[in-house]
């Protein structure tokens, strides 16, 4: 001890000037390296050694994340690779144009629909309600310009006209219903006056259609045009409080066209069963359709997930739990959240209003925040009303963060979070809204740690330059 004080009163300022000069430049490299090692990779450098390499060699066990399962049966992982990333699906849930948008814009003086959104409904008309035959009926030749028409005056005119050349033109009325109605009962009734002419045509089409490929074409236009019409009947009843009659249309529809399931009308009606507090049907309707082999979506993994959180949301305590563990029940309702959190990561923030709803777009796209917003602008009533299941939420949703690996090549449950989910949904989420990005990792605490040790040895270095005999008097007392 006498040694070293004798030496430490030998140094000079120059020494402890040079000592947090170099030790400054040397933390400032680890800090460079670290955060392009960050940025890379998505880990820390020391960290990953420390966990990897250092761990073992004191005793400590390795905790590998487990393997990803596959998305689905019989799936081979160059598939899971080549599969499309960001596939953007019509909206089921999506509310009428003149009804709900336009009236949003009056009130707000907002654009709540997308140029780019709008343009993929267009494309969507285009394909539904029109055909290679339309040419031999005048009033289709009318409405096939109509769906072209980018200004919507211009369309509603065009669909008055199909209807004076032919008054049993059932695309004229969904026209008429989607964009000229301004309230939900005036859009159901062009919506039965297209149901109307859409089964007298429909009928007519099946008698003839193995005639000739374009009576064919015209059977599934005809076919398109009727499933929609119902579809958009049964949302009327829906939202006005007629619900057990918008369920009994849903399941019709779903028995009359049971292979149109890409049109995801199972997801309009969880909505209505959970309204009416059926949770034995919703779980009914889960067991057919929440399957490996089929693609998942928002709806129906956070759907599962309120269903096991409502087994025991209403007594669950997080002080509670820690104490004793939890149950074999509370552990199913817990994986659960984090199978849906896992899916679509953007929801929870929405469930527990950390961020704002705005109206759903026509179109989403799956596991991104488009699809998170139209969720939880019908589902967040629901989970309300169980007493409890936000808490849960609430409790347990952040702890998947934790174990998604990273970087996003990997999955748990599903096949690999897309990467282009934020430019999507830019395009179809109107410009006032600030869009969730996932993922968005906290930085490493090595980095934080790094960065404090070269900001506080540079400003040694300088009060070293600047007052140097304070400094060796503070530098020796320490």
Not at 135 to 157: C, F, G, H, Y
Not at 452 to 477: D, N, R, Y
Request: proline share 5%; hydrophobic share 40%.
């Amino acid at each position: 001890l006498l040694t070293v004080t004798v030496f430490l009163s030998t140094l000079t300022p120059k020494f402890y000037f040079a000592l947090t000069v170099t030790s400054s430049f040397i933390s400032g490299l680890i800090f460079v390296f670290e955060w392009w090692h960050f940025r890379k990779y998505g880990t820390s450098f020391i960290e990953q050694v420390s966990v990897s390499h250092l761990r073992p060699l004191i005793g400590g066990a390795e905790n590998n994340p487990p393997a990803p399962a596959a998305f689905s049966a019989g799936e081979s992982e160059a598939s899971r690779q080549n599969m499309p990333e960001c596939k953007v699906w019509r909206n089921p849930l999506n509310l009428f144009r003149g009804a709900e948008y336009s009236r949003y814009m009056w009130v707000t003086g907002k654009e709540p629909l997308t140029y780019y959104d709008m343009n993929l409904s267009a494309q969507d008309h285009q394909n539904f309600f029109t055909c290679d035959t339309d040419t031999l009926r005048p009033s289709d030749t009318v409405m096939q310009k109509a769906w072209r028409e980018r200004n919507p005056q211009a369309r509603i005119k065009a669909a008055y006209q199909a209807l004076e050349l032919n008054n049993d033109c059932a695309t004229a009325y969904v026209l008429l219903a989607e964009e000229e109605a301004t309230t939900i009962a005036d859009a159901e009734k062009y919506f039965k006056q297209a149901l109307k002419a859409g089964e007298m045509i429909y009928r007519k089409s099946q008698n003839c259609h193995s005639q000739s490929p374009q009576h064919e074409a015209q059977l599934r236009r005809d076919t398109n045009v009727l499933v929609y019409v119902k579809r958009r009947l049964a949302m009327c009843a829906r939202k006005l409080g007629r619900i057990r009659e918008a369920v009994k249309m849903m399941r019709d529809l779903m028995k009359e066209f049971p292979l149109l399931s890409m049109l995801n009308i199972h997801e309009n009606l969880l909505e209505a069963l959970l309204e009416l507090q059926a949770y034995a049907d919703v779980q009914a309707v889960l067991a057919k359709y929440d399957d490996i082999s089929l693609p998942k979506s928002a709806a129906i993994c956070y759907t599962a997930a309120l269903l096991k959180a409502r087994a025991v949301s209403e007594r669950f305590s997080p002080e509670t739990a820690s104490k004793r563990g939890l149950s074999t029940a509370e552990i199913n309702a817990v994986e659960a959240i984090h199978r849906a959190v896992e899916f679509n990561p953007h929801v929870p923030k929405y469930l527990l209003e950390m961020k704002s709803l705005v109206l759903p777009p026509e179109h989403i796209l799956k596991r991104g925040d488009s699809e998170a917003v139209a969720y939880a602008f019908f589902h967040l009533q629901h989970w309300k009303r169980i007493e409890g299941a936000l808490n849960l939420l609430h409790c347990t949703w952040e702890g998947t963060f934790r174990m998604i690996p990273y970087p996003l090549e990997k999955g748990h449950l599903f096949y690999p979070y897309p990467s282009c989910t934020e430019t999507a949904d830019r395009e179809l989420l109107p410009t006032f809204h600030e869009v969730s990005v996932y993922p968005q990792k906290e930085l490493p605490f090595f980095i934080h740690f790094t960065a404090g040790l070269c900001s506080f040895s540079a400003m040694l270095a300088l009060l070293t330059h600047q007052f140097p005999e304070l400094m060796v008097i503070f530098a020796k007392a320490v």
